[in-house]
């Protein structure tokens, strides 16, 4: 089994064949055991600071807010229970005393794996809704089916589903060195795996080579996936790599980078460690902390667990 990194491991039943059965959902709404994750402003509705958890209610007290057409995805089973979404954008319902509503980013790292993945479902697809409500086709305003997983026009009857938007990162390997980039838009020393989305008629070893050396001037050869990770802000699917650097001297795209540099193995294994304890300082050069993949790749790498 691959590695499981934060917003991917759903344990859910998705159950996408039975979306489409208006008589089945409509039983799930009805039974009392169902439950419903709120999210408002596309935060879910959480319990408890000290040690948070998603804040799953039961369907009850939701029925008038899904009366008035509120956005309602079916996100799927697990132990034969339902777990529905719900956009409470504008409800009436008051969360719990003890309720609060967290940044998703936030939260992640502080609840279980799973629900983490279930919430990045959720995001995700409340999001897309949000933004999707008009047929990309005619303009004409949408209609949602299949439980919350596609919009229908109902003027030129065409379909359109969630999208998932496919983003290679990738840290490039030269001998006992990696390469590694200073965003423009973040200040500080915090250094990470180039990256960039794929773009239509590419696979994904041609993004890898184009967006390193776009960046960095680097030419790449081989190319090797390592892991994959669903990156909810909004719908993004990060695809991990490592890369065999072919050329060492660095052009950066000032548009792109403010900096990239070659790290030596040990530097990189130092880096990963103070990521992993919080332990970083602005004065130093830094990686992501272990909730993105960046992070697991250098790791990986510098520990010696991946090669080319
Ligand atoms: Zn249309």
Redesign the pocket.
């Known amino acids: 089994m691959e590695d499981i990194y934060c917003f991917a491991g759903n344990p859910l039943d998705r159950a996408s064949e039975r979306r489409d059965d208006r008589a089945w959902i409509a039983a799930l709404l009805a039974d009392s055991d169902t439950r419903i994750l709120p999210l408002r402003d596309l935060k879910p509705f959480t319990r408890s600071k000290s040690a948070p958890a998603l804040d799953w209610q039961p369907v009850a007290q939701w029925r008038d807010h899904i009366g008035t057409g509120a956005q309602l995805i079916f996100l799927g089973l697990r132990e034969g229970r339902a777990h529905f979404a719900i956009d409470a954008t504008g409800a009436k319902v008051a969360p719990d005393v003890d309720t609060e509503l967290i940044d998703v980013r936030a939260l992640a790292p502080a609840i279980a794996t799973g629900e983490a993945a279930i919430l990045a479902e959720a995001r995700s697809i409340l999001d897309w809704h949000a933004r999707h409500r008009f ?6 305003p ?1 209609n949602v089916a299949s439980a919350g997983w596609v919009r229908r ?6 379909s359109h589903f969630p999208r998932t938007d496919p983003v290679v990162i990738m840290l490039a390997i030269r001998g006992e060195r990696a390469l590694l980039g200073r965003n423009q838009r973040r200040a500080g020393s915090r250094f990470s795996c180039l990256a960039g989305f794929v773009e239509p008629g590419e696979t994904l070893e041609e993004a890898v080579r184009r967006e390193v050396r776009e960046e960095s001037g680097i030419r790449c050869g081989r190319v090797r996936y390592l892991a994959g990770q669903p990156w909810p802000f909004p719908s993004s699917l990060m695809l991990g790599f490592l890369a065999e650097a072919l050329t060492e001297e660095i052009t950066v795209d000032p548009e792109e980078l403010a900096e990239a540099r070659w790290f030596s193995r040990d530097e990189i294994r130092e880096m990963v460690a103070r990521a992993a304890a919080g332990s970083d300082d602005a004065a130093r050069a830094s990686l992501p902390a272990p909730i993105a993949i960046a992070h697991h790749i250098c790791r990986r790498w510098s520990s010696g667990q991946d090669s080319l």
Request: hydrophobic share 15%; net charge neutral; aromatic share 0%.
């Open positions: 047929c990309a086709q005619c303009g004409s949408t026009c109902p003027d030129c009857k065409a």
